[in-house]
């Protein structure tokens, strides 16, 4: 049977406190979450018959602050895929030095087959379920796969209409109209392609002379592909759930955009080939984005992958076998938890934003994103190079020391 996420992100974690003196029965408390709540919720849908729906949030970690991570729609939601990625928050936090635990939340659902109505009713009831741990101080959502600025704005909504009053707080990735953040719906792409900058100077591969590729061209996808083809990288080929592109001479990102916009799809563009994910994703090439959904990458296909950097902009894109072959073929990983970390900072950022009511220019708010990033990806690139370890098992470390730091000083209560 193929592993699940959870056990991927188990061993991630079991790799790396071989390399931290942890105290006994340490280990044991970071593997588990801290809490977990599932909810099963009705909504008449608009054919008047009542469907339940089954969702989750689950906080991992709480040592350095109120939880943090998005709210995913997606048919294939479990519950062990939102422990893996509600783990791997505690630990992206850590690594940009957030005051953040580690939380997820999802929804077994196919949004794109529900109605705006349906989607809003949903919506609101699961934020409702969700409730009893979500506020600013405890548990503050984001968006994730299949959700954005609208769920956010009507889960802030509902929030604020039990409270009585508005609490933008609650939630990040809004509209910039009740309180979002400027430059927070590029954040994710925005990191994605300056860690890309920086592992290309590690690998002294000039940026004009990059051919980058591209999978998923979401909230991810497609600010990382514009980003970094801003910066002179030739991006040769994008693909979504429907199929890819491919222009060996590069393809023009905005235009692609609009075209997907009009079009629902990047497929049918005119000016470049069709191509599968999977052909997509064998590519030669200086850098791969895998920016879709986990386990793009595994054993079967991660000895054909022909990249000299693979920037992890989606959440574990590749399982544990890819990792280590790709790794032994001298491939430069920037870790997910690196590499997409720019999305909760700027969530943080608006958070804060919210919190004071005092709102940032757009170039402050992008210079201060672009720091953390570069910090945090030297941090990585040092303790990598002084444990002689991988990038991935570098930023893991430097996570969890961060947060068992934390669990030290606070002491186990009681
Ligand atoms: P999104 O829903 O905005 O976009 C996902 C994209 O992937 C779409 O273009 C979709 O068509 C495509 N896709 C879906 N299934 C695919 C498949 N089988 N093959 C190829 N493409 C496929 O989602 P997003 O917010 O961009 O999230 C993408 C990934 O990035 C997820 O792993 C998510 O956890 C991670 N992530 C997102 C954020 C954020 O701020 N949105 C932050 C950190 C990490």
């Known amino acids: 049977m193929e592993e699940n996420a959870y056990a991927i992100a188990l061993r991630q974690f079991d790799k790396a406190v071989r390399y931290i003196d942890l105290k006994p029965g340490m280990a044991d408390y970071l593997r588990v979450p801290k809490r977990e709540l599932i909810v099963n919720f009705p909504v008449t849908m608009d054919d008047g018959s009542v469907r339940v729906f089954t969702g989750y949030r689950v906080h991992h970690n709480t040592a350095l602050g109120p939880t943090k991570g998005g709210i995913r729609y997606h048919p294939s939601v479990t519950l062990d895929e939102v422990r893996a990625l509600a783990m791997w928050m505690t630990w992206k936090c850590a690594v940009v030095g957030i005051p953040y635990g580690g939380a997820k939340g999802g929804v077994v659902c196919d949004p794109k087959a529900l109605s705006l109505r349906e989607l809003e009713k949903m919506t609101r009831r699961y934020a409702t379920e969700i409730s009893v741990l979500m506020s600013p101080q405890g548990d503050i959502p984001a968006p994730d796969l299949g959700t954005g600025e609208r769920e956010m704005a009507w889960i802030m909504d509902t929030y604020s209409m039990h409270r009585g009053y508005s609490v933008p707080a609650v939630v990040t990735g809004k509209p910039l109209a009740i309180g979002g953040s400027l430059g927070r719906s590029e954040a994710t792409g925005r990191g994605v392609a300056i860690t890309t900058l920086e592992a290309l100077k590690r690998k002294n591969i000039p940026v004009d002379k990059a051919r980058v590729v591209v999978q998923g061209f979401g909230k991810v996808g497609a600010p990382a592909a514009y980003l970094i083809e801003e910066r002179g990288a030739k991006v040769i080929a994008v693909s ?172 186990i209560y009681p």
Request: net charge negative.
């Open 240 to 411: 979504d759930a429907n199929g890819g592109v491919y222009n060996p001479n590069g393809i023009k990102i905005r235009e692609l955009l609009a075209y997907a916009k009009t079009c629902g799809s990047v497929v049918g563009y005119p000016y470049a080939e069709p191509i599968t994910n999977a052909e997509l994703l064998e590519l030669e090439c200086d850098v791969l984005m895998p920016c879709a959904l986990e386990k793009q990458i595994t054993a079967a296909n991660a000895p054909r992958v022909r990249a000299a950097i693979i920037a992890e902009g989606a959440n574990g894109p590749l399982t544990p076998e890819a990792d280590e072959i790709l790794v032994g073929k001298g491939v430069f990983i920037i870790p997910d938890i690196l590499c997409n970390a720019g999305g909760v900072t700027v969530s943080y950022f608006e958070w804060v934003q919210d919190l004071q009511s005092f709102f940032w220019s757009e170039d402050e708010i992008n210079e201060r994103l672009r720091q953390i990033m570069v910090r945090s990806f030297n941090h990585i690139a040092r303790l990598a190079y002084e444990k002689e370890v991988d990038m991935r098992t570098a930023a893991q470390i430097l996570g969890i020391q961060r947060v068992v730091e934390a669990v030290m000083i606070r002491g």
